[in-house]
């Protein structure tokens, strides 16, 4: 099995709920990325998902968005990305999050193929949708890269099913109408379960996970109540680093977090 | 409807986006197929829009040129002073009866904004506008109309704080509103049915033009011209003509004569995927989209509409830049020689028709769409006089 579903699927089978950072990639703190890393690894995520910022990020809200423009104002090029996961793999299966067109320019083939061989194990582009994803899903399988599709609250059942049967490594099922970080509510429970239930339907061994507005125990504790297998955390993590916060504190805050998906019992 | 054109186009977002695209979809094929909204729609085009705009002979303009006849198509007398009210008529009616309450739109050069203000108005949906900052500040007149007609103006403060930046603002604020919100995308870019939609809408343009070039002349004119940022009032210009021997030329921003790329992405950029559709884009080698740079809010876009991003591949429409400088000129010569003040982003269009006119025989007709007017120009345009002197 590939590491990412291969990781997931066996941290849900001790029958425990993952919790996945999303760390932005940025040229300036490249030096700290392994220590920060290794924090989250201690704190108990079981992957990681390493985002490559792009100019124009619709599906971002605040906090990432400023920090993708940061990180292209340091320089961050493609190359770092490729660094950068050299680095996170050596500690934690990772997954690629970036736009379409960052890939698009390296040409699809080649981008999945540099990408795995730098040690990526996925690949999330949050403006593919399942129609135009064929491509993608050619290109990755070909590379041995898990192609990972979103899900909405805006589709339907079945089409949650379909994008389920498309996915691999995992589905990210976006919580809300609204771009990461805090702001919008996040979608109602019962309106989530039954995506959760529609996906686990389709593809009863693919792990779903919840992202977007998930930033505390409490939210990572209610998002993991409707079902899902597992949480990721992406703004809110970003905060805590804008906040410059150290591995060690770090690390508390995530364990914090595993815990809230992973209620005692 | 076409979701692609060749391999351009496309729906290249968020999940969330999707069913609201594809119910967009229907209810345009819906409306489009209903007599009641035709007729609707064509009663507002007439009585609130003013449409159809003439087709006037330039006459001293076509002496300055020394060649083939320039006439205006003139799209600057449509209600709002541009032909964005085409578009924004047509999906304001659409919104209406989708039963969303709530429009909201991008603008660069203000027009669309204002176009959509208006409609928000006239319809009674309330209205919310996306403008970057940089552009507020340079199109303050209409920002004051917006306001005036009752339209909230957001401004958008983040990267080039552009036209760019604006449409990025108003993807997010549909993807946390959509279930009540209409995004009334002002050109013909962004997702599919975005660009077929619009460029349905603009193409009354080009049928108007097709229709008095035979009343008057018996024949279609030699050679069309129309300026090209995201590319609406060109595809309205061509669609049609698309089937006829005319010859088709896109006009580009090119910017400031020591910009390397202007905002010219069908003359220096890439295929690539921007706000939703594949098409040509201004870009570095990691996919990061360029700043670019134009004198004309309304071009100062690095992507474009994925129809002609075909059509110029497929060579049936030339697409050329023209520069500040060039385009400041023929705002110049259409102010001094017919009267009329151009908006620069049509500047642009008039210099580039001037120039074929020159090279072309005196029985030839160059019609050239002169998509807005320039009261919303006056700043810049003084501006760049007090520059030059």
């Known amino acids: 099995m590939p590491p990412l579903a291969d990781a997931l699927s066996a941290v849900r089978a001790a029958g425990r709920r993952p919790a996945v950072p999303y760390l932005l990639v940025d040229r300036a703190r490249a030096s700290r990325l392994e220590a920060t ?3 989250l690894a201690a704190a108990g995520a079981p992957a990681l998902e390493l985002g490559f910022p792009f100019s124009d990020p619709i599906a971002d809200g605040p906090t990432l968005a400023a920090a993708s423009g940061r990180a292209l104002a340091h320089g961050t090029r493609w190359s770092d990305l490729l660094f950068a996961l050299r680095r996170a793999s050596r500690h934690l299966p990772a997954a690629v999050m970036t736009y379409a067109n960052p ?44 192609l990972v599709l979103l899900a909405a609250p805006s589709a339907s059942p079945e089409r949650v099913a379909r994008i389920a049967t498309g996915s691999s490594g995992f589905l990210y099922l976006v ?18 379960a039954s995506l959760v239930a529609a996906a686990h339907r389709a593809r009863p061994r693919l792990p779903v996970l919840i992202g977007f507005g998930v930033r505390n125990a409490a939210t990572a504790a209610a998002a993991t109540d409707t ?39 | 409807m076409p979701r692609r054109y060749g391999p351009y186009g496309g729906a290249y977002v968020p999940e969330t986006l999707v069913p609201a695209l594809r119910e967009l979809e229907r209810a345009w ?27 006037y002979f330039a006459r001293r303009l076509t002496r300055r040129a020394g060649g083939a006849e320039i006439w205006l198509k003139r ?118 049915p975005f660009p077929t939609i619009v460029a349905e809408l603009q193409s009354v343009i080009g049928r108007e033009i097709l229709r008095d070039a035979r009343r008057l002349w018996g024949r279609p004119p030699e050679l069309a011209v129309a300026c090209v940022g995201g ?48 098409s ?78 020159r090279r072309r025989p005196k029985g030839h007709r160059v019609v050239v769409t002169l998509s807005g007017r320039g009261d919303k120009d006056l700043e810049v345009v003084r501006a760049a006089a007090r520059r030059r002197s």
């Open chain 1, 227 to 265: 079902g899902a297998d597992g949480i990721v955390v992406g703004s809110a993590l970003q905060e805590q680093i804008d906040r410059r916060l150290g591995p060690e504190r770090l690390r508390t805050w995530f364990a914090a977090i595993v815990r809230g998906a992973n209620p005692a019992g």
């Open chain 2, 280 to 357: 040509y884009v201004l870009e570095d080698r990691d996919g990061q989209v360029a700043d670019t740079e134009s004198i004309s809010a309304g071009l100062d876009y690095a992507g474009v509409g994925p129809e002609h991003a075909f059509l110029r591949d497929s060579g049936r429409v030339r697409y050329r830049a023209v520069h500040d400088d060039d385009a400041l000129a023929a705002f110049h010569w259409l102010a001094r020689d017919e009267g009329i003040l151009p908006a620069l982003e049509p500047a642009h269009a008039v210099f580039a028709a001037v120039r074929e006119a």
């Open chain 1, 103 to 146: 890939v698009w320019a390296h040409g699809l083939e080649a981008a999945a193929r540099e990408l795995r061989a730098a040690g990526a194990s996925g690949l999330i582009v949050p403006d593919l949708s399942l129609e135009e994803s064929g491509p993608w899903r050619a290109a990755c399988r070909h590379a041995g890269l898990e």
């Open chain 2, 231 to 278: 590319g609406s009032n060109a595809i309205g210009t061509f669609r049609p003509l698309l089937s006829s021997p005319t010859e088709l030329l896109g006009v580009e921003a090119g910017g400031p004569r020591r910009s390397r790329h202007g905002a010219a992405s069908l003359s220096f950029g890439r295929p690539g995927i921007l706000h939703g559709a594949y």
């Open chain 1, 175 to 192: 919580s809300r109408y609204g771009t990461t970080g805090a702001g919008a509510p996040v979608a109602p429970a019962r309106e989530l």
């Open chain 1, 37 to 39: 890393v290794r924090a």
């Open chain 2, 29 to 55: 094929r819906d409306a489009r197929a209903d007599a009641e909204f035709r007729r609707e729609h064509a009663r507002l085009s007439r009585t609130l829009g003013g449409r159809p705009t003439p087709l």
């Open chain 2, 75 to 192: 799209e600057d007398l449509v209600h709002g002073g541009a032909h964005k009210f085409n578009n924004a008529l047509g999906q304001a009616l659409l919104t209406v009866r989708m039963g969303k309450p709530r429009l909201i739109a991008e603008t660069g050069a203000g027009q669309h904004g204002v176009a959509t203000a208006m409609l928000g108005a006239t319809l009674g949906l309330e209205t919310e506008v996306y403008m970057g900052e940089v552009d507020m500040e340079r199109q303050r007149p209409n920002v004051e109309r917006m306001r005036l007609l009752g339209a909230r103006v957001n401004p958008v403060t983040e990267g080039s704080r552009t036209l760019k930046d604006a449409i990025n603002a108003a993807l997010r604020d549909w993807i946390t509103n959509v279930r009540t919100t209409h995004y009334l995308l002002g050109s013909a870019v962004g997702p599919h």
